[in-house]
């Protein structure tokens, strides 16, 4: 595939097709509607000003959202003074509410994850979201695999939690559906019993 | 009973390992059953993981952002003033050309030839390189014994650095082990805009060896740099650029660049 600065002509058309995906990473990591579109905004302007000489990669995609990362840290470094992270507005990731039918314990799930880190969020975006690969969302990252991997752990690690809280998922002690040895010994003796 | 880090079972829930990595991860959890359990659980927020994020792109493709993010009022050309850069220096040219050929009394002399003349005898501008070769001399083999940077797994660098090979699949890494080097790391670089990959070798004394790897350049024939202490070859092909660097004689480092030139196969 060619480099983006080789494609110059049809980067316009590819952005507009991008947009929803860009928004998507700018919303998990800014929390906000109005600065998620700020941000969007400032890439879109940075991609088609930028792209004749991007030689690093072949795919916009991966550069947009790699630009967008370093600009959101770029601003959050330049805070005059460094603060807590606002909390993120749950309306932005009201989707999920869709996705489990507007059931009244999935209602919280927005709150979940606008309440989870913006990094954390990120990660889940790219990786869920947008399809990403461990490899490829570490490079937007500009960190290793191992820290992606991590970050989507502790994210797993947090969900399962809240959703034992709310009976939600299995008991982790519970039986599993794979069969394990002990099991598979249990029913040979009980048929040979049986015979 | 058999310990696996929770990384290494998502991965495999997300279908990130390869393919011999997978199957022994899935015997594993046929036969152990905190394993299996594990597993389970995290099948469990994954699914409901991966349903709430596509659904939350669901509704970021249903909104109108075209109206709010108009890229038409993004500059269409790039440079100053919306200016093609080429534009700029053919003007800053004819400008100097202009300039010269009027201060030397027009026609009657040949200002234009003494123009040229001072021109050429301008310092060259300073090439990648060039500039690569005094990057490397800040390199030493304390430098690279910090874990925090750059990439150590050799199957990510075999994937960064078929991206800037322009291959689809990953590219055999040079390989120096038959010379006493072994690859420390690999990191991607910014020169001017431009993304270039270091490829770190270390021996067991030495001081490090570097393959620096650009896109672009017209096929270029190996040529010798020599900059301080640090030896360097440069060469391009296919479309990339090559500079290995080392503190080593420039000999070595030739057939360093011999090596790296037949695996990588450009």
Redesign the interface.
């Given at each position: 595939m060619d480099y983006v600065s080789d494609r110059q002509p049809s980067i316009q058309s590819e952005l507009q097709a991008l947009l929803p995906r860009l928004h998507n990473f700018a919303a998990a990591l800014t929390g906000t509607r109005h600065a998620s579109l700020d941000l969007t905004r400032a890439v879109c302007h940075i991609v088609l000003t930028r792209a004749h000489r991007e030689k690093g990669q072949t795919q916009l995609s991966l550069w947009a959202l790699t630009e967008m990362h370093t600009l959101w840290m770029t601003r959050i470094a330049a805070r005059v003074k460094p603060r807590r992270e606002d909390p993120a507005e749950p309306e932005l990731f009201y989707g999920a509410f869709e996705a489990n039918n507007g059931g009244p314990a999935t209602a919280q799930l927005a709150k979940f994850i606008a309440h989870l880190p913006a990094q954390q969020r990120g990660a889940l975006t790219l990786v869920y979201g947008l399809g990403l690969s461990y490899d490829e969302a570490a490079e937007v990252y500009g960190v290793h695999v191992s820290t992606i991997m991590t970050r989507l752990v502790r994210c797993h690690k947090a969900l399962s939690r809240w959703m034992e809280h709310r009976g939600l998922g299995a008991a982790p002690d519970a039986a599993p559906s794979i069969q394990h040895p002990v099991r598979r010994v249990y029913a040979h003796d009980y048929e040979e019993q049986a015979a | 009973m058999t310990r696996l880090s929770?990384?290494l079972l998502?991965?495999y829930v997300?279908g990130?390992l390869d393919r011999p990595q997978a199957g022994a991860v899935a015997q594993l959890?046929?036969?152990?059953?905190d394993i299996?359990?594990r597993?389970?659980?995290?099948q469990?927020?994954?699914g409901?993981?991966?349903?709430?994020?596509?659904?939350?792109?669901?509704?970021?493709?249903a909104?109108p952002?075209?109206t709010?993010?108009r890229?038409d009022d993004?500059?269409?050309s790039?440079g100053f003033f919306g200016l093609n850069i080429m534009h700029i220096i053919a003007a800053a040219l004819a400008a100097i050309l202009a300039i010269g050929y009027f201060s030397m009394g027009g026609e009657d002399s040949a200002p234009s030839l003494k123009v040229a003349e001072r021109l050429s005898d301008a310092p060259a501008a300073s090439t990648w390189q060039s500039e690569v070769a005094n990057l490397h001399s800040f390199i030493s083999r304390d430098t690279l014994s910090s874990p925090e940077q750059g990439?150590t797994?050799r199957d990510?660098i075999a994937?960064?650095l078929s991206?800037?090979v322009?291959r689809a699949k990953p590219v055999a890494l040079p390989d120096f082990s038959k010379h006493g080097l072994t690859l420390n790391r690999g990191q991607?670089m910014n020169y001017q805009?431009?993304?270039?990959m270091q490829l770190a070798y270390i021996g067991k004394e030495e001081q490090p060896v570097a393959l620096y790897i650009?896109?672009?350049g017209a096929d270029a024939r190996m040529a010798d740099l020599a900059k301080s202490d640090v030896r360097t070859v440069s060469w391009a092909s296919g479309g990339v650029s090559f500079v290995l660097a080392g503190f080593l004689p420039q000999d070595a480092i030739r057939a360093l660049a011999v090596v790296a030139q037949n695996q990588i196969g450009n």
């Open positions: - | 929770d990384e998502l991965a997300d990130q959890a046929r036969d152990d059953y299996a359990s597993v389970k659980r995290l469990e927020t994954q409901r993981l991966m349903e709430s994020f596509s659904a939350i792109l669901r509704t970021h493709q909104q952002l075209n709010v993010i890229l993004a500059p269409e790039h990439q797994n990510v994937v960064q991206r800037f322009r991607v805009g431009q993304r270039f650009m896109a672009g």
